[in-house]
């Protein structure tokens, strides 16, 4: 079952500008991780923000983690083209990782 | 090193055939999944191996599909008898085996079903 629910579903925007994408889940996690699928194919990861830790960067890209909400956001900032693509978050099951439904983002030039 | 790699990178076949996917993942690692998505749609998991453990299989849809892994290491997924709801890209994942650690994808197998 999928616990993680990525918002919005879609999103489109202006390349150069930012873009947020949220997560929400429903039970205690461990961590929390976010990839990148381009084209349907495979998941590449890009960040992993444990329980206990509130924001981590990585390049342009920030995450946020609120345990008390169950959520977490994905802030990508100066988009660019070769950003579009959908996103996942994944949170830590019993042994394996329990996935959203995932958020399509849309670079126009 | 090198990642997961997956064959055939797209398989068309016809209502009724078997057809066979493999899966090679990266070295070392004890966990292997595979998970299965339809266009516009999240990951489905489908199976799961952990080292010489009975692997889960809670998430293969019906009877047939099934999956084995040989060594601990190359797995193959299997559908027989394939439908044409059986559409879809089916990604293959390994990681460390640890709970929550990050997964490794291949590139998927786009099967299609005529």
């Known amino acids: 079952s999928q616990q993680g629910e990525e918002d919005p579903q879609a999103l489109s925007i202006q390349e150069g500008e930012n873009a947020t994408m949220n997560c929400s889940y429903k039970t205690s996690i461990n961590n929390l991780q976010w990839y990148r699928q381009n084209s349907g194919r495979g998941l590449v990861h890009l960040i992993l923000?444990?329980?206990n830790e509130r924001e981590k960067h990585s390049g342009r890209l920030r995450v946020t983690l609120d345990t008390s909400k169950k959520s977490s956001s994905l802030l990508i900032t100066a988009s660019r083209a070769a950003d579009t693509a959908s996103y996942f978050c994944a949170t830590d099951g019993n042994y394996q990782l329990i996935w959203g439904a995932g958020t399509k983002l849309i670079i126009k030039p | 090193g090198a990642g997961v790699s997956q064959s055939p990178s797209n398989k068309v076949t016809e209502k009724g055939k078997d057809v066979e996917l493999r899966c090679d993942p990266i070295s070392g690692h004890t966990a292997l999944y595979w998970y299965r998505q339809s266009l516009g749609q999240g990951l489905e998991f489908l199976i799961y191996f952990q080292g010489n453990s009975a692997p889960d299989k809670s998430g293969l849809p019906s009877d047939r599909f099934s999956a084995e892994r040989t060594g601990g290491s190359v797995s193959t997924l299997t559908i027989q008898r394939t439908q044409q709801e059986d559409s879809a890209v089916y990604l293959c994942?390994?990681?460390?085996?640890?709970?929550?650690?990050?997964?490794?994808f291949g590139p998927g197998t786009r099967l299609l079903v005529l």
């Open positions: 994942a390994s990681s460390l085996g640890l709970a929550g650690k990050t997964q490794y």
């Open positions: 923000i444990r329980s």
